[in-house]
């Protein structure tokens, strides 16, 4: 397993460095060199580190927490464009923030309970992150995108591979039940 941004997954399975990606079909891949299979729409959600002071509270509303410090991907990477439509969306500009273009240093500084992001909700799924991390009450329509398996056209995957592949179909319809 290896865990990169899209672009650098895209290019990692043209030079078959890898098998097969999962990523947000943010910007989708040539159609004419890769396969993708989308297993559910997957919208970002707001989070913030388990000792927040911000998780303790019943109602809350993305103006609310306009004040609040907020570690956010650069407004020109994929994800980045991402969260700044959903505050487009409330009708308001994109706070200052820390920027942390990678996920792993977005959550360790949210693990601080010092600040605020906006994550794919599939990052808060798994162990072990859904018990640092909790997800606040505020509706992010905008953000959903497609999150899709992606391979090669025309190569035969290994069967490990093939026995992954469907694992991910399963949990993804799993997923997309709850």
Not at 7 to 19: F, G
Not at 76 to 94: I, T
Not at 156 to 169: E, G, K, M, S, Y
């Amino acid at each position: 397993m290896h865990a990169t941004d899209t672009a650098t997954a895209y290019q990692d399975l043209l030079t078959r460095k890898i098998d097969l990606a999962i990523v947000h079909l943010i910007h989708p891949p040539s159609e004419e060199l890769m396969n993708a299979e989308v297993l559910l729409q997957d919208p970002h959600v707001v989070v913030a580190g388990a000792h927040n002071p911000v998780t303790r509270r019943r109602r809350i509303s993305l103006p609310q927490l306009m004040e609040e410090p907020w570690v956010l991907p650069l407004s020109d990477q994929p994800y980045g464009s991402v969260v700044h439509e959903a505050f487009r969306a409330h009708g308001l500009k994109a706070p200052p923030a820390v920027v942390g273009s990678t996920l792993p240093l977005r959550t360790a500084l949210l693990m601080t309970g010092q600040f605020l992001s906006m994550v794919p909700r599939i990052v808060v799924e798994f162990p072990p992150k859904n018990r640092l991390l909790k997800v606040l009450p505020i509706d992010l329509p905008v953000t959903a995108r497609p999150l899709a398996l992606v391979t090669l056209k025309n190569r035969t995957l290994n069967p490990f591979a093939q026995l992954f592949i469907d694992h991910v179909r399963a949990e993804a319809k799993l997923l997309r039940k709850r």
